[in-house]
């Protein structure tokens, strides 16, 4: 792991770790924003409380017995990817390496909100996490804090996680229980979730407003960071590695938040057109797909490889990303520079 700070921690996956279909729980990026809650002295229970019906404080076994499912879900830092915008925006100096795909075994949200019933006029879910601090600008602690639209709340594939890869979640990435929005930037998945809220009118708090959306210094107002942008990235080789001339297997991950990634693209050496890679069979719609590219004519020399990802509704991986002044959503494509000897 790479590590950006030990305190809050922040760290992220080798890009070579990418290669698995899932990433173990000991190579799954870390993103934290205040110093992690100690959860120790208490047993975990998860308020529900707002515009319902009938409040609820649930444990694990409370949880669990409203029935759980698994998905493969591929969560990616908002910011990953930043460190490719000039100049460099303002926040952790992420690479290519903050994303991650788990199995989560959960119960869907929905499930939780039936159980409370909403009232009306509900328009958001609120999500608080046990951490909590001073974000930068500000004078008060805050707990972090997300809200989501209704329909994505209940959302079925929307989950409170309780499991990582058939374990339970470890405390780093958000156990004992986590929320996961399949489709979604990694800031929607509330870590150490110890409150759910019906808010009856739009949340407004810093995370919700003061960062976590598109500014583009431009006049206009910012708008709210959301869906997964389309993106691939090259696993193998990888950059600056050394490879014996001959027919070379170029292998890579891709994946979208509007829909599945239906074509990946590589270009050699600028090159065009870009020639066609093959697609594995995806392990779930909100997961990332596996890709294979026999590159056969690697003649000896320095060659640049770079991919193109495009999905299911035609979104295709720019060349550029476009700045903004928090460095989101960056999912320019990737060059990566072998050797062919």
């Given at each position: 792991m790479r590590i950006l700070s030990a305190e809050p921690l922040n760290a992220e996956t080798p890009l070579a770790a990418l290669e698995e279909v899932l990433t173990p729980a000991s190579e799954f990026f870390v993103r934290s924003h205040f110093r992690r809650h100690d959860l120790a002295p208490r047993k975990p229970v998860l308020e529900v409380v707002g515009a319902i019906e009938q409040p609820l404080r649930l444990d694990l076994a409370d949880l669990e017995a409203m029935g759980t499912?698994?998905?493969?879900?591929?969560?990616?830092?908002?910011?990953?990817?930043?460190?490719?915008?000039?100049?460099?925006p303002v926040g952790e100096p992420w690479g290519l390496g903050a994303v991650s795909t788990a199995r989560w075994t959960g119960v869907p949200l929905r499930a939780v909100l039936a159980s409370a019933g909403l009232k009306r006029p509900v328009v958001e879910i609120l999500a608080i996490g046990a951490d909590r601090g001073r974000p930068p600008d500000t004078a008060d602690e805050v707990p972090f804090a997300r809200s989501l639209p209704l329909?994505?709340?209940?959302?079925?594939?929307t989950l409170l996680a309780i499991q990582m890869n058939g374990r339970p979640t470890p405390p780093e990435h958000g156990g004992p229980i986590?929320?996961?929005?399949?489709?979604?930037?990694?800031?929607?998945s509330v870590k150490w979730l110890e409150r759910i809220e019906a808010l009856a009118e739009p949340f407004r708090g810093y995370y919700q407003l003061?960062?976590?959306?598109?500014?583009?210094?431009?006049?206009?107002?910012?708008?709210?960071?959301?869906?997964?942008?389309?993106?691939s990235v090259i696993v193998s080789p990888l950059d600056g590695d050394v490879v014996h001339q001959g027919q070379v297997i170029v292998r890579g991950k891709?994946?979208?938040g509007e829909g599945v990634v239906v074509r990946v693209q590589i270009g050699v050496d600028g090159a065009e057109p870009s020639?066609?890679?093959?697609?594995?069979?995806?392990?779930?719609?909100?997961?990332?797909?596996?890709?294979?590219?026999?590159?056969g004519d690697a003649s000896p020399g320095r060659h640049v490889l770079r991919s193109y990802a495009t999905d299911a509704k035609g979104n295709r991986q720019p060349d550029v990303g476009r700045w903004n002044r928090y460095g989101y959503g960056n999912n320019a494509l990737q060059a990566v520079a072998v050797t062919v000897q």
């Open positions: 499912r698994t998905l493969a879900v591929t969560v990616e830092c908002a910011g990953n990817g930043r460190t490719g915008l000039q100049p460099l329909s994505k709340a209940r959302d079925p594939d986590r929320l996961i929005v399949p489709g979604w930037y990694g800031m929607a003061g960062r976590y959306v598109y500014d583009h210094a431009d006049g206009n107002p910012p708008t709210p960071v959301r869906s997964i942008r389309v993106r891709a994946w979208s020639q066609e890679a093959t697609l594995l069979p995806p392990i779930s719609p909100h997961a990332w797909r596996a890709w294979e590219f026999a590159w």
